[in-house]
């Protein structure tokens, strides 16, 4: 059974910097495209980055790019998420996700973290 476990997110003044992580249970986890999503009060969840299963593809969100980093260590079976800047706009639960391949990135995950908190204060 897979399991992805968030942690880092928090409460944080606008211009700050978090850094998310998600550990993953399982042999597998350097064979998967991982990715984070957020969801908003009385959003829909959106996606926000993406990472192939070597790190060598990223792929971001037009709304995040330049401020959020996606990255991987498979040595830890961890992939991380730095965001910098940060906005109001920015609370949010964000969650992170697997998938197989590397096909359209922000869509068709299979397994999803319970997720963490991001507050941001203005």
């Known amino acids: 059974q897979v399991q992805l476990l968030e942690s880092g997110g928090g409460l944080v003044q606008a211009g700050g910097s978090l850094r998310l992580s998600c550990a993953a249970s399982?042999?597998?986890?350097?064979?998967?495209?991982l990715g984070w999503f957020r969801q908003a009060p009385g959003k829909e969840r959106d996606f926000v980055a993406a990472i192939s299963w070597d790190g060598s593809s990223t792929y971001y969100a037009d709304s995040v790019k330049g401020r959020f980093t996606i990255s991987r260590d498979n040595a830890k079976n961890t992939v991380y998420l730095q965001i910098d800047s940060l906005k109001p706009e920015d609370t949010a639960i964000y969650y992170c996700?697997?998938?197989?391949?590397?096909?359209?990135?922000?869509?068709?995950?299979?397994?999803w973290g319970q997720g963490t908190q991001v507050t941001v204060s203005s």
């Open positions: 996700a697997r998938k197989r391949g590397w096909n359209d990135p922000t869509k068709s995950y299979d397994y």
């Open positions: 399982g042999r597998t986890f350097n064979s998967y495209t």
